[in-house]
């Protein structure tokens, strides 16, 4: 129970880290009224946005998973 807590924390805590950073990149360079970047690669920063906000935390509670599995 206490693997599953801590690892569900520092899923949530790297979401809540990476949610403001990730969500102003976006909106910035890539939303609907930006004219920062050429339109085509408006959306390769809307999908590295989306996949940092998955891949990021998911990758720190696998990480926390695995070393509270010792």
Known sequence: MKRILL???VFLGTL??????AFIAVIV???PHSSMLPSFLQPAVLVLGWASLILLPAAAA???WKRLGH
């Open 16 to 21: 809540a880290a990476t949610l403001p950073v």
């Open 62 to 64: 696998v990480w926390m």
């Open 7 to 9: 690892t569900a924390a």
């Open 29 to 31: 360079l890539a939303g």
